[in-house]
């Protein structure tokens, strides 16, 4: 039995009663690492020495204080794009292929004054924009379930790590579905935050109103724990949300009779595989059988999410990359003869297919006479999308459907069709529109491939949603089957 299989309670009692040490834990995450990295392909960089050295100085914290930090010991993988200072962050881009932070992302300090330890930087589709971990400038990653299928995106390397067993926990980043979407195809837990409640100080910007840092843990309890340390109040983000952070482990009772849930009727039709609704239909009757009551209802704008998404985060992301020029930090084209000639090899070289792609998608949707046709109408969208969510939570507590139409697709299989891999966000990218928080939750396996159930939110109510979600994974074994490391 490997040490990551214990819960988070039970290795902070071992660590308080000498009978783990963190080093111990980071041991176990390198003889996984070893194990298993070369076909997973899960990081972009391993930092072995810093994570030994961090692991024996909490050791020694731990044996002078009786106070443990939440996170104590564990191992963690942080996605590319979250800044780590003195270590490379690349965004698994080339143009930040030498790029080293003279300061840390607010999220990476919580958890390291938590006493967590980063083992190393998770792959992730460059800028984080893509939903299959293909779009990385330096290698795939593969779904520790099948490794010939994709382990989504754009957090997959973060999801892998932890479905792979190579890490306890991972934080990824989610604008449309990052978090989510790959939880769900590599049989983890995936916990997107409400826009404002985790500090996006640090993490490198693709769409400024829509990103959000979470956790990918293997089961509900350790996102919780996770969110514990991560959220809260940041001066330093001009969006964080200045709330009250409730104790989220207090509310995993398990009860959750009474609870209203609404199931979307355009979340169940139309385009979800059919043994996926199947599994969905299922946890509903799961739900039933713990006292909760559910009723069909309906977001009649969600036929209009993914458009709205793929003008609204393009835009944002034509704006923010214009900052990679060659000129302040990361590689900088050689041979060019002037400024402008040197902006365009720079951005030219340094960019992949699908990061081109969005900036020209962006650039032309807030060009002069295309701006009100497009980026303002989609914003106009975006405030329907949102209100559809708020009648429904006039009634209801929480919303449930399919986290992805299908289970992971294989490596190759629409790397060559962005319009199909844009559809693949269909059920995600209204929560990131509407700023909520939503949950995927391992609700089965279709073929030997995982299956998320998504619990969506009220603003601030990530409460409701861990409670559900713990409820229903008491009930089930669908969190304890565990990836293999095979090829399909």
């Known amino acids: 039995m490997s040490l990551f299989d214990l819960s988070m309670t039970e290795i902070h009692t071992r660590l308080k009663n000498r009978d783990l040490t963190s080093t111990d834990l980071v041991e176990e995450s390198f003889k996984r690492i070893k194990e298993v990295e070369k076909e997973v392909q899960a990081f972009l960089l391993i930092d072995e020495e810093s994570a030994r050295n961090k692991a024996k100085q909490i050791d020694e914290e731990i044996k002078q204080s009786e106070e443990l930090g939440i996170l104590a010991g564990l191992p963690a993988g942080v996605k590319d794009n979250i800044v780590t200072e003195g270590v490379t962050t690349t965004c698994a881009s080339k143009i930040l292929a030498n790029y080293?932070?003279?300061?840390?992302?607010?999220?990476?300090k919580k958890i390291l004054a938590e006493q967590s330890i980063m083992v190393g930087k998770t792959n992730m589709d460059e800028f984080a924009m893509g939903s299959s971990t293909e779009h990385s400038a330096f290698h795939p990653t593969y779904n520790p379930w099948q490794l010939d299928h994709v382990p989504g995106g754009s957090s997959g390397g973060s999801a892998a790590a932890v479905a792979a067993g190579e890490v306890y926990y991972a934080l990824g980043s989610d604008?449309?579905?990052?978090?989510?979407?790959?939880?769900?195809f590599t049989g983890t837990v995936g916990l997107k935050p409400t826009y404002g409640?985790?500090?996006?100080f640090g993490l490198v910007a693709f769409a400024s109103s829509l990103d959000q840092i979470g956790p990918i843990t293997k089961n509900v309890e350790d996102a919780a724990y996770v969110l514990q340390a991560i959220a809260g109040y940041d001066p330093y983000d001009s969006t964080s949300a200045n709330v009250q952070i409730p104790n989220y482990l207090s509310d995993l009772t398990g009860e959750i009779k009474g609870l209203k849930m609404g199931v979307p009727k355009e979340y169940m039709g139309e385009g979800i595989e059919p043994k996926v609704k199947?599994?969905?239909?299922?946890?509903i009757k799961v739900f039933e059988g713990l006292g909760a009551t559910w009723e069909e209802v309906t977001l009649p704008h969600t036929e209009y999410a993914v458009a709205t998404?793929?003008?609204?985060?393009?835009?944002?992301?034509?704006?923010?990359?214009?900052?990679?020029?060659?000129?302040?930090y990361g590689v900088r084209a050689d041979s060019a003869e002037n400024l402008i000639e040197m902006y365009k090899k720079t951005r030219s070289e340094g960019f992949g297919s699908e990061v081109k792609?969005?900036?020209?998608?962006?650039?032309?949707?807030?060009?002069?006479?295309?701006?009100?046709?497009?980026?303002?109408?989609?914003?106009?969208?975006?405030t329907l999308i949102k209100q559809d969510f708020e009648k429904v939570f006039e009634k209801y507590?929480?919303?449930?459907?399919?986290?992805?139409?299908?289970?992971?697709?294989?490596?190759?299989?629409?790397?060559s069709d962005p319009l199909t891999m844009y559809i693949n966000d269909v059920l995600t990218v209204p929560v990131n529109l509407a700023g909520l928080p939503a949950i995927s939750i391992p609700a089965g396996l279709v073929d030997g491939l995982p299956v998320g159930l998504q619990l969506i939110g009220k603003h601030f109510d990530e409460s409701t949603i861990l409670k559900a979600a713990y409820a229903f994974e008491q009930h089930t074994e669908h969190h304890k089957l565990k990836a293999q490391v095979r090829r399909g």
């Not at 604008?175 to 769900?184: K, L, N």
């Not at 793929?310 to 214009?322: H, M, T």
């Open 278 to 283: 199947e599994k969905i239909l299922a946890a």
């Open 357 to 382: 792609r969005r900036i020209m998608l962006g650039t032309y949707a807030l060009s002069s006479g295309y701006y009100d046709a497009y980026y303002l109408k989609a914003q106009k969208v975006r």
């Open 309 to 328: 998404y793929y003008i609204l985060a393009p835009s944002e992301a034509s704006s923010n990359l214009a900052r990679y020029d060659g000129v302040r």
């Open 100 to 108: 080293q932070p003279i300061y840390s992302a607010t999220v990476y």
């Open 175 to 184: 604008t449309g579905g990052s978090i989510r979407q790959p939880a769900s």
């Open 197 to 200: 409640l985790v500090s996006r």
């Open 397 to 415: 507590d929480l919303i449930l459907g399919p986290t992805v139409p299908t289970t992971a697709f294989k490596i190759g299989e629409k790397i």
